[in-house]
Nanobody, 118 residues
Framework: QVQLVESGGGLVQPGGSLRLSCAAS????????MGWYRQAAGKQRELVAT???????NYADSVKGRFTISRDNGQNSVYLQMNSLKPEDTAVYYC????????????WGQGTQVTVSS
């Protein structure tokens, strides 16, 4: 059974940086996509960035040029480097692993709070 544990959230001033980490326990070999999503208060969960096994990444327009997703296949980990943070980046950030072949499956982490405020 796959479990995901996020870390690295916290309070940061506008313009600052944070690095989120997500470690997976259990086999994630069947999950070809790893990603980060976020949910701000009163809003729906949204995609932040995803990365496939081969390393190709996809970003939400709102974070392009500021956030970088990376993965360490040997460590079953995925990271999100967040630079030039804005107050609107404030949200709970969730790590996910996604299987896009049958049977489709997504496993979520418990989330980590990121607050951008002066």
């Amino acid at each position: 059974q796959v479990q995901l544990v996020e870390s690295g959230g916290g309070l940061v001033q506008p313009g600052g940086s944070l690095r989120l980490s997500c470690a997976a326990s259990g086999s994630i070999a069947a999950f070809n996509v790893m990603g980060w999503y976020r949910q701000a208060a009163g809003k729906q969960r949204e995609l932040v960035a995803t990365i496939i096994s081969g390393g190709s990444a996809n970003y939400a327009d709102s974070v392009k040029g500021r956030f970088t997703i990376s993965r360490d296949n040997g460590q079953n980990s995925v990271y999100l480097q967040m630079n030039s943070l804005k107050p609107e980046d404030t949200a709970v950030y969730y790590c996910a692993v996604i299987r896009t072949t049958l049977p489709f499956q997504t496993v979520w982490g418990q989330g980590t709070q990121v607050t951008v405020s002066s």
